[in-house]
């Protein structure tokens, strides 16, 4: 095997070591931790700082160098202990830490995908990250930086055939079948100009201005003083607008912070999914994506939950989806498992890419011709009247009294009928069977659309909901959990509710495949 | 696409009997509301007490509202307890509950990650015991049944553990075969 670390020898295990380039990892591994974690720690010292330190150009130039020394010593120290070890038992050992030692154990079985991941900084040398990711949990995931790209396609190759060989016979049949039939290679690829408009359409701006959040009253502070004031005098003295400059400067100021958001957004966005590519082969996904670090994720598509496409408002005026495969996550929600880049996303699609990658997939799934099973009428009836008739009557009751146009209440019913009138159009079911397998397709939304794709087999359990006037009028309503999220059917006919309720528990009973 | 027609002998859950929750269940149930209301009630007196103007304004609704508020609560927990029930099949666990929105959930015992089981010191008392089932992709637990007596939890637990047990040695076997 050609590996690019320092052989160890030891009597029992053959332990190595990482490349020394790997030492740059770990110096941006815990950068990132730091600005991450520890910033938000060192707050209450950040204000001691702010307000008692007379010498602040000083002390912070001293608390600088101290920082970046100490994270220095800390990598170098991180790295020599740094060991990995492939054993016999097909296994995957890791010795890390400098105060606290710890030794990480990660069996290929539970392995759920190896992932590679090419840093800009690893470019120059052709070395790469290898990611073990097991299933669902961020603390079981094992890393080894700077390895060469060989090395570690090697290692994936060596742990999926492992993992082919203790599957269960039917899989393995499965398996064998889909070796005889090998299928032909399929690729998709995102121009950088469409990745951009996910910037547009996903809501990472919020999340950019999330991550601000805790200095947010610091930064109003600072924009107050630093920019208000400042546009409030440009239009007095440039436009000669006395009366208005406050609430035109305030009004500027939002503009350019929803520019920069948006800015933000694209930015994240085209360093996340750069350069996007997507191949799909023997059931298998492998996408290459990112400016800064060229990710390189696998998954089989057994081991997807759930598939949602779905196209929020935004999207619906673009005309684009996205695609998200959701993988399980271990006592967390679907956000969590896509934090931790265990969602295979295909960000911008068109109807035809959609379409296209279905055919991939599911043949038999096209969002236009399946015939979706509506919810009852009760539905759009009760939220008529608890989202459109009681919030627009307690309007036109708060218009009456502040002595205001109660015509403003008979528009906002209007708006808010429509809203639910689009919301109950878009609910609806499909169930499937093909070639054996059971699929059921879920449809929601209101002036976008969400579809949720899956297996039933896959369900972790079920439930029936019913009040008293449902039960009376004979309706349901069914929640169906998943390893990734969860289906919602509101409203159903009670024997159609309590079929798809029986129908997926004996699909998840007696189906032998695994559903991980 | 398939129909309700096409399967004929499909199991039904509305067939499930499902057993009630144990005697002292109820009891559980008021006492816990009775240690939300104790001290509840001690800080209402305490800022009737300290604040006379408050207490000149709605002593009088208070003492209609609270003993109101606590029968009440007192009723509720009849009926939600009456609602309950649990039943145990063959391969999977049921749980009803609720008195506006009824719900029955479902689990497999197959999708069951691990189980817990509580106890609080009134319920150790009273010889009960709660029982947490989790699956894969919940927040929390998908099962949450209280007021189930302390040896049926520790049934309903061995029989999970010896189901998932047997589960894995027919795969283990269906793998060497």
Redesign the interface.
């Known amino acids: 095997m050609n590996l690019d670390a320092e052989q160890i020898t030891s009597p029992s295990l053959n332990w190595q070591k990482v490349s020394p380039w790997a030492l740059v990892y770990f110096v941006m591994y815990f950068s990132v931790r730091f600005i991450k974690d520890g910033l938000f720690n060192l707050l209450p010292v950040l204000v001691v700082f702010v307000t008692q330190v007379e010498n602040k150009l000083f002390w912070g130039q001293v608390a600088l160098v101290v920082a970046l020394v100490s994270l220095f010593i800390y990598c170098f120290l991180y790295y020599r202990s740094f060991r990995f070890c492939i054993t016999d038992e097909h296994e995957i050992l890791l010795n890390k830490g400098v105060f606290k030692k710890e030794r990480l154990t990660l069996k290929f079985s539970r392995v759920q995908n190896v992932n590679i991941a090419e840093p800009f900084y690893f470019t120059p040398m052709g070395l790469v990250n290898c990611i073990f990711d097991a299933a669902g949990s961020v603390a079981q995931e094992a890393v080894l930086p700077g390895v060469t790209k060989d090395y570690a396609q090697q290692m994936r190759k060596h742990v999926f055939a492992y993992k082919a060989q203790q599957q269960p016979s039917a899989e393995v049949a499965d398996t064998a079948q889909s070796h005889i039939e090998e299928q032909s290679e399929n690729s998709l690829f995102i121009p950088n100009k469409e990745i951009a408009k996910f910037g547009l359409m996903s809501n990472m701006a919020i999340l950019a201005l999330a991550a601000i959040a805790p200095f947010m009253n610091v930064a109003i502070d600072f924009l107050e003083q630093q920019f208000i004031t400042k546009i409030e005098g440009f239009y007095q003295q440039e436009l000669g607008m006395v009366a208005n400059a406050a609430v035109f400067a305030v009004i500027t100021l939002i503009i350019a912070l929803v520019f920069i958001a948006v800015f933000l957004s694209v930015t994240m966005s085209l360093i996340r999914f750069y350069n996007y590519q997507l191949y799909f082969k023997n059931k298998k996904f492998k996408r290459i994506a990112g400016l800064l670090e060229r990710h390189q994720l696998s998954m089989s598509l057994d081991k997807v939950q759930s598939i949602v496409i779905k196209q929020n408002l935004v999207a619906r005026l673009l005309q684009r989806f996205t695609v998200e495969c959701l993988q399980a996550s271990s006592g967390g929600t679907a956000s969590m498992a896509k934090k931790n880049k265990q969602t295979l996303v295909l960000p911008v699609l068109t109807q035809e890419q959609v379409d296209g990658v279905c055919q991939w997939i599911y043949p038999w799934f096209n969002s236009k011709k399946l015939a979706f099973k509506k919810v009852e009428w009760a539905l759009l009836y009760k939220n008529m009247v608890f989202y459109a008739l009681l919030p627009s009557v307690a309007s036109g009751f708060l218009m009456h009294f502040m002595q205001l146009n109660v015509l403003i209440s008979l528009a906002l019913f209007l708006l808010l009928a429509t809203l639910v009138f689009l919301s109950y159009i878009r609910y609806g079911y499909y169930l499937h069977q093909q070639d054996g397998r059971f699929y059921m397709v879920v449809r929601k939304g209101m002036i976008g659309v969400h579809y949720r794709v899956f297996e039933l087999y896959k369900a972790q359990s079920a439930r029936g909901v019913s009040t008293y006037f449902m039960r009376r009028s004979g309706l349901k309503s069914v929640y169906i959990q998943l390893a990734a999220g969860g289906a919602f059917v509101p409203y159903l006919k009670q024997h159609d509710a309590d079929f798809i309720i029986d129908f997926t528990l004996m699909q998840a009973e007696s189906d032998p495949r695994s559903w991980m | ?2 129909t ?1 027609q096409q ?1 004929t002998d ?5 067939s499930i009997v499902f057993e009630p929750l144990a005697d002292k269940a109820l009891l559980h149930a008021q006492l816990n509301w009775l240690l939300f209301f104790i001290p509840f009630s001690l800080v209402l007196t305490a800022v009737c007490y300290f604040n006379p103007d408050f207490a000149a304004m709605a002593q009088g609704y208070l003492l209609v509202a609270v003993p109101l508020l606590i029968l009440l609560c007192m009723l509720y927990s009849v009926f939600s307890i009456k609602l309950q029930g649990s039943a145990l099949r063959t ?2 666990i049921a749980f009803k509950k ?1 008195i ?9 015992l ?2 069951v ?1 691990h189980i817990e089981i509580h106890r609080g010191p009134i319920e150790r008392k009273l010889g009960l015991a709660s029982l947490r089932l ?6 929390s637990a ?2 949450q049944m209280s007021g189930l007596t302390h040896e049926k939890c520790k049934n309903i637990r061995q029989f999970v553990q010896s189901y998932r047990h047997d589960e894995t040695s027919s ?1 283990v076997l ?2 060497e ?1």
């Open positions: 696409m398939f309700n399967i499909l199991p039904q859950h509305k391969h999977d609720g506006i929105w009824q719900q029955v959930t479902i689990l497999p197959a999708r990650q989790y699956s894969a992709g919940g927040m998908d099962l795969e269906a793998s075969s």
